[in-house]
């Protein structure tokens, strides 16, 4: 066997230091990554905080957003009008239309009038053409005259309720009841009014011929 020199011994040993060194820088850094590195369950605890503080942020901005929707919402219905005004309207409107179909009390009082005033100045020598004509036509047309009054207001009353929504708040629909209701009217005040003016005119129910 051979005697290692001095150089040789000297060699071995530095390189020995060298592997240890390098030993022990690794182990170090193995330490530093261990240490470095979160633990599983503080990072959940983190995970879990962030989404709790987003959740209640979201609920925090939905319950503004729901508020700020509740407002808007009150304060469109306070500057619109609530339609009950044309809804009373249009119901004005139908029972006039009937009146003048059915007839009213001033109606009868004027014709029952007429009939008193054609009795008062037909003399008993006239004819019965004049005197059916004073005592029945005139009241009659009176009649007539009255219930295409009504019809003429009933008419009225339905269109401007139609076409009040045209100057009213823009976005706002007409209920559909009151547009019913109007249509209704109108339609009554139509029927009565041509029926008035017919009878008026004695092209409807006109005096019997006495000859």
């Known amino acids: 066997m051979g005697t290692k020199t001095a150089d040789e011994t000297g060699a071995e040993t530095g390189t020995e230091a060298t592997t240890d060194e390098e030993k022990v820088s690794v182990t170090k850094t193995a330490d530093d990554a261990t240490e470095s590195k979160p633990e599983p369950e503080a990072e959940a ?23 700020d929707a509740v407002l808007a919402e009150a304060e469109a219905e306070a500057e619109s009008p609530s339609g009950v005004g044309q809804g009373a309207a249009a119901l004005v409107s139908v029972v006039l239309g009937l009146v003048s179909l059915t007839g009213g009390w001033i109606g009868t009082v004027a014709a029952a009038r007429e009939t008193l005033i054609g009795q008062l100045r037909t003399s008993s020598s006239a004819s019965v053409a004049t005197q059916v004509k004073e005592v029945y036509g005139d009241a009659w047309q009176t009649t007539a005259l009255w219930a295409g009054a009504f019809a003429l207001a009933a008419l009225i009353t339905g269109v401007v309720v139609l076409a009040r929504p045209a100057f009213g708040a823009p976005g706002k629909p007409q209920a559909p009841w009151i547009k019913s209701v109007a249509w209704a009217g109108v339609a009554l005040a139509v029927i009565g009014l041509l029926l008035a003016v017919l009878k008026y005119s004695d092209a409807l129910l006109g005096l019997p011929s006495t000859s």
């Open 45 to 67: 605890a983190g995970t879990e905080a962030r989404d709790g503080t987003d959740t209640d942020v979201d609920a925090e901005n939905a319950e503004e957003l729901e508020d």
